[in-house]
């Protein structure tokens, strides 16, 4: 297992950068909140594997959170249409080219999916193995987007798999408390139900590929106030519609 990596690994501030600092968060606080429109978030950070041997993304924003409510958020996702993907998609692509670690010129759309009024879109590619995450505010049947989220790291590699594995792969965590993740997938797995923290999450799963987000955080500090892996279980469902009950994620 991979020690976390400090999250506060630049040099320290000097007291005027302090003062510059507690004055601007002053500001905003005293400030009304933002209309619906806003500037996206560009933060990244990538905290090697915990204990279940995902890569996960603390994206960390300074001076507080979107504060956009995700009541909209539903259990089971709905594809993305071409026309959606044509408007999500250039958004997207505008911040995950900002990435240190995805090559979005070789890079495919490999899913996504709507939930309520957000929608996610999956952009990987292979040697290495690398994802790209974007989350973003769409209202359905407009072309407003807005609140866009990215991140990115070592994806799960597809393999050929007994019946009913998958693999967990990157997971990334939002100031929000919004976690989205993705995996690989067995061949003959056709669905894919997450549960934790009493939500019940059905994964966007095709060729291959999986992906999921829900609104809490997969992982949190103990009381050491080192991360750990908040409980998740998995259910699978065959491509002969059977379903399995608690499957492990390969390793």
């Not at 999916?113 to 790209?132: F, I, K, Q, S, W």
């Not at 070592?154 to 929000?176: I, M, N, Q, T, W």
């Amino acid at each position: 297992m991979k020690a976390l990596r400090s999250l506060d690994a630049a040099t320290p501030p000097t007291f005027e950068q302090y003062e510059r600092a507690a004055a601007t968060l002053d500001r905003i606080v005293a400030t009304r909140p933002d209309p619906p429109r806003r500037r996206p978030v560009r933060a990244w950070m990538l905290v090697p594997a915990l204990a279940a041997a995902v890569a996960v993304l603390l994206l960390v924003v300074p001076w507080g959170r979107s504060g956009r409510a995700y009541a909209t958020w539903t259990p089971t996702p709905v594809a993305l249409s071409p026309a959606e993907i044509g408007v999500v998609g250039p958004a997207c692509q505008g911040q995950l080219r900002q990435s240190p670690d995805l090559d979005l010129d070789r890079a495919e759309l490999v899913l996504a999916e709507r939930r309520g009024e957000y929608v996610a879109l999956l952009y990987r590619h292979d040697n290495p193995g690398t994802v790209g995450f974007c989350l973003a505010h769409n209202l359905p049947g407009t072309d407003d987007v807005d609140d866009v989220k990215t991140g990115g790291g070592s994806g799960a590699e597809s393999f050929d798999a007994a019946e009913g594995r998958f693999k967990d792969g990157a997971l990334a965590v939002y100031p929000e408390g919004v976690t989205i993740t993705e995996g690989a997938a067995g061949p003959d797995v056709a669905g894919l139900t997450i549960h934790t923290q009493g939500l019940t999450v059905r994964a966007t799963v095709n060729k291959g590929h999986w992906v999921a987000w829900w609104p809490a955080a997969a992982v949190e500090k103990d009381g050491e106030g080192k991360w750990r892996d908040v409980p998740r279980t998995y259910d699978v469902r065959l491509n002969d519609g059977r379903t399995l009950i608690d499957v492990k994620p390969a390793r």
